[in-house]
């Protein structure tokens, strides 16, 4: 355990007051809070699942601190995690605020042997999942996302970088194992086995879980779909893209916690965002105050499905047609004529609808992690009665099933929408709940 | 230009003298020659395009030494080509030494800041192109460069590497850009477009280059394979995988001179391998004594083509099936009882159909480079007659064509011969010769 355990030289968690010590010693950050040390609030936040999370008042300004244990902060030290994750935290938001500027929290200091970083504390921003629970719309929440995933994808995929340059991305988070150890065990494997991390609503979802982990077309598909995870160097991905990433207000919207950052598949992310807006609906019957008031807010948040995809590769798309495209993939050079054009055009539509294929099974990989993995979300852990929980997770369930097992099916986004409401009136679990 | 061509402190190129003043200084090696530094022969034998190689024998033993240059060795220093690349070549022979024990020459000392490998001497053995244009037979080739490909590429996939070592094994070779970037020019793009490296046998192929280089569905296949070398890390490639990378005698086949490794599909080697035979299939109406006096080596050429890719497939699956699949890729915990077995090994077939269409599409790309790009074969160069050399080129790019723009067509290898014997006996210039 020592060993794991083991830390740089310098290394020390802060707690509130050497935090605040510490601050006072980093000269621009004691000037921004203004003040004196004294009088800055500081408070443990205690949101993260891995980290420690800060957040400082001056006079003048504040900072969110984030440091990195070395260990599974909710777990503890029996689950050892190296602190190079707050590295990769590091170097994903510089270059994110870069590719897609103010949709990243500004990073205002780095001491990599703290494992710490300081970055803009977003106020009155609160995290998404929070704001769907309370039925909350955000109208700028989908064009501010989809500048995010458009632009940081794109711009990091090989029809923007010069060869030598994605070689390098690839090589900056090839070190960041330890993170995409966990998501490929947690949503990729145990999940659809016996293993003692899995949980659900039992038990409600007991028969289901057992038809799933016996399911051969879905544990064939969840195998390739970790393949690609692992094989599959498309982009800069975020690395796990969920509503609890996403911190927002009506006018402006932020990702945030981008450790698990390595260059993968794009799909990932893009199903990992658009099954937590699922989740989001399909636990709506769980938060709305009679049934059916809340069916405005489901129509919301399938526009966002829709919106998230839609709007994301009409940018994406302009973006590969405009001089970013400057990258080794697809030699605008050998497409110069009309007829070219054409054809790199009929290339660019071939690659959307693979990266929509990919989208759908990574999809149905994040519905089923968040309802019998490891890791849940208070979606649905806030439905207090398990029998609704489980008549809302089953939905996920099931839909999951037919993304993973089916996926040639949903070919469009209009096929996924339309699939989820179906999947919204019908009951899984045939019983009269 | 200067910045260019720099080079580590210590760094200066070997001539015959300073060469045997640096073994003498060497005492393994020394040793292993035997006798006195003044008995020794040293030659230049100037066979490789991009660096210096000598031969050494002393009494007892004698060894190949290569150093790479600043530059490539064929061009000048106008083509400057990092020094590095005898650092990824080290890494590789090294690694392949131990995934496919006797198939790569051994090495003996390695200076990294000479960029120089000294390596076991191959003697008898010669240039695979030398024994292949003299019609001679191989009867141990096929198992033994499957032994090569299968267990290289099946140990440094997914299926047999745990995740955090594959991707300490991509990091590895994440800075050979240079080398994949000359593969990425001169295979994937320049013959596909007018470029100053472009050369054919020219006026008989211009017609089929000026057709080759406006069809959209062959651009847009390449321009798919080439998104796929940059981009699919599926285990770890030699990267130079042609006939004159292979060194044998009737009974014994190495694998020299893995500058271009790198982590990529493995299909890219597969073609080059496949192709490599085929070019050599063309090629021998420009070799045999009078018209189908070869005929008996060409069955035994297309032999290893289908043995080539039928070994190699038997192989790698009996390593997935065998407990050197033990990486994370296609978990076993997953697939445990029969129907899950069975399962496992649907997905298995699965996979090696998929590779094998990048094979035929990537044999499609080493044949267009062979015949229409920078980088061409003495199977073709030394028929010194052009129309005849023609004809036999005009064969492979016929083939290389369809291969594709109509890659699914070519399910199974015995399509692929068969349309090989297809297109021998057609005459793809239409003209009489």
Not at 256 to 282: C, K, Q, T
Request: aromatic share 10%.
């Amino acid at each position: 355990m020592t060993a794991d355990l083991s830390v740089p030289l310098g290394y020390r968690a802060l707690d509130l007051d050497s935090l605040r010590s510490y601050v006072a010693e980093q000269p621009r950050l004691a000037e921004c809070l203004g003040g004196a040390a004294a009088d800055w609030q500081v408070e443990e936040v205690g949101d993260g699942n891995l980290n420690l999370v800060f957040k400082l008042h001056g006079p003048k300004a504040g900072f969110a601190v984030k440091q990195a244990l070395p260990y599974v902060r909710l777990v503890g030290e029996s689950w050892p995690l190296p602190l190079s994750r707050a590295h990769y935290e590091h170097e994903a938001l510089t270059l994110e605020a870069s590719l897609a500027p103010g949709r990243v929290p500004a990073v205002a200091h780095y001491d990599e042997s703290l494992a710490l970083i300081a970055m803009e504390l977003l106020e009155p921003h609160i995290i998404m999942r929070h704001g769907t629970i309370a039925g909350t719309r955000y109208p700028n929440f989908v064009e501010d996302i989809t500048d995010f995933t458009a632009r940081c994808y794109f711009l990091t995929s090989d029809m923007a970088l010069p060869a030598p340059r994605k070689k390098g991305l690839i090589g900056t988070f090839a070190g960041n194992t330890a993170l995409c150890k966990i998501t490929e065990d947690l949503i990729f494997t145990e999940p659809y086995m016996t293993a003692d991390n899995n949980r659900w609503t039992s038990p409600y979802l007991d028969g289901m879980v057992a038809a799933l982990q016996q399911d051969q077309a879905v544990k064939r598909a969840i195998s390739r779909l970790k393949l690609a995870f692992m094989s599959h160097t498309q982009a800069l991905l975020h690395g796990d893209l969920h509503a609890g990433s996403i911190m927002l207000t009506t006018e402006d919207t932020r990702v945030i916690d981008p450790e698990f950052a390595f260059v993968g598949p794009i799909g990932f992310d893009m199903g990992s965002l658009l099954a937590n807006l699922l989740i989001s609906y399909f636990s709506q019957a769980g938060h709305e105050e009679s049934p059916g008031a809340r069916d405005g807010y489901r129509d919301w948040l399938l526009e966002c499905v829709s919106g998230c995809w839609t709007r994301f590769e009409e940018k994406f798309l302009a973006l590969w047609r405009s001089n970013a495209a400057s990258g080794d993939g697809y030699s605008k050079a050998l497409f110069q004529d009309d007829s070219g054009k054409a054809a790199l055009d009929a290339e660019r539509v071939r690659y959307m609808h693979q990266l929509f294929a990919d989208t759908v099974g990574f999809t149905g990989a994040e519905l089923i992690r968040r309802t019998v993995g490891l890791a849940h979300n208070i979606d649905f852990e806030w439905i207090e009665e398990p029998a609704l929980r489980a008549h809302c997770e089953a939905r996920a369930i099931a839909l999951a099933r037919d993304l993973l097992a089916d996926t040639a099916l949903y070919a469009t986004i209009d096929h996924l929408v339309a699939a989820v409401r179906r999947m919204e009136s019908c009951n899984p679990l045939g019983n009269d709940a």
